[in-house]
């Protein structure tokens, strides 16, 4: 869990250097099992919740909601975590500031090889590789006009080589 360790450390570093320090935050994370937290060794959570420990001691009244799901696609997130998203941030009390973190991909590279390019492209990875690459970068491009339209700072994260 080297990796989230790793945006534990940036993301307090970025929110210790902001100017409201001690402001209330409202944040919301996005993505797959990586952020739900799925095999987690028993901790749970995924990063979020390790965040919000951090967060609340330095940002009294902070939240954060975990809205990960296990086995989601850049789709899926727009089909079943961007709304709730979008309303947590816009619900916001007036002052918070409001972070929007997204994590998502995963899923997306492992259906591409495991199926897509297979039955879809009979193995023909370039052409597969192009389509699919296209229509997850319009889902993240779709992700992160949605969230910039609440007004939030937002915070997207690489994938890592799986």
Same mark, same amino acid.
């Given at each position: 869990?080297?990796?989230?360790?790793?945006?534990?450390?940036?993301?307090?570093?970025?929110?210790?250097?902001? !100017?409201?320090? /001690?402001?209330?935050? &409202?944040?919301?994370?996005? %993505?797959?099992?990586?952020?739900?937290?799925?095999?987690?060794?028993?901790? /749970?959570? %995924?990063? !979020?919740?390790?965040?919000?420990?951090?967060?609340?001691?330095? *940002?009294?009244? =902070?939240?954060?909601?975990?809205?990960?799901? =296990?086995?989601? &696609?850049?789709?899926?997130?727009?089909?079943?975590?961007?709304? !709730?998203?979008? =309303?947590?941030?816009?619900?916001? !009390?007036?002052? +918070?500031?409001?972070? @929007?973190?997204?994590?998502?991909?995963?899923?997306?590279?492992?259906?591409? *090889?495991?199926?897509?390019?297979?039955?879809?492209?009979?193995? +023909? *990875?370039? @052409?597969?590789?192009?389509? &699919?690459?296209?229509? *997850?970068?319009? +889902?993240?491009? +779709?992700?992160?006009?949605?969230?910039?339209?609440?007004?939030?700072?937002?915070?997207? @994260?690489?994938?890592?080589?799986?």
């Amino acid at each position: 869990m080297k990796i989230g360790k790793i945006i534990l450390l940036a993301l307090l570093l970025l929110l210790m250097g902001h !100017p409201a320090f /001690g402001q209330s935050i &409202t944040m919301v994370t996005l %993505g797959d099992s990586l952020t739900e937290g799925a095999g987690d060794d028993g901790i /749970g959570g %995924g990063y !979020p919740a390790r965040l919000l420990s951090m967060l609340q001691s330095l *940002y009294p009244g =902070s939240t954060l909601s975990n809205l990960g799901i =296990s086995g989601d &696609t850049s789709e899926d997130l727009i089909n079943k975590q961007l709304e !709730p998203a979008v =309303s947590l941030l816009n619900a916001a !009390p007036a002052g +918070n500031l409001k972070i @929007a973190l997204v994590w998502i991909g995963s899923n997306d590279l492992f259906g591409l *090889y495991e199926w897509v390019c297979e039955y879809e492209y009979g193995n +023909n *990875y370039s @052409a597969c590789e192009e389509a &699919t690459f296209g229509y *997850y970068s319009g +889902n993240i491009t +779709n992700i992160l006009a949605s969230l910039k339209a609440t007004g939030s700072q937002i915070y997207i @994260a690489l994938l890592d080589d799986q």
